[in-house]
Nanobody, 120 residues
């Protein structure tokens, strides 16, 4: 059973960089045909796909985030991370990491989510 767990600060000041890490257990982030995704849900809004890092390290980002997003990985720790720069209160959301199976085109596993609030 694959498990994902988000970690990181729950409060970030405006203009700073939000940094979160997703630790994966029960499976490898280098498993072929899997991609590792960051998704967020702002208050009273729907889920928003932010970006993904594939099993081979390729990354893809949501264009509307204007280049503020960076996803990286540490294969030795089986972790992948999100950095979102120049945050504003509009970046306040519950942030999730999830695994995406590129063969079935479905999300297989999700983390429980972590609340991040942007406020001074």
């Amino acid at each position: 059973q694959v498990q994902l767990q988000e970690s990181g600060p729950g409060l970030v000041k405006p203009s700073q960089t939000l940094s979160l890490t997703c630790t994966v257990s029960g499976g490898s982030i280098t498993t072929t045909y899997y991609a590792w995704t960051w998704i967020r849900q702002p208050p009273e809004k729907g889920l928003e796909w932010m970006g993904v890092i594939a099993y081979d390290g390729d990354t893809y980002y949501r264009p509307s985030l204007d280049g503020r997003t960076f996803i990286s990985r540490d294969t030795s720790k089986n972790q992948f991370s999100l950095q979102l720069s120049s945050v504003t209160p509009e970046d306040t959301a519950v942030y999730y990491c999830a695994s995406w199976d590129t063969t079935t085109l479905s999300y297989d596993y999700w983390g429980q989510g972590t609340q991040v609030t942007v406020s001074s």
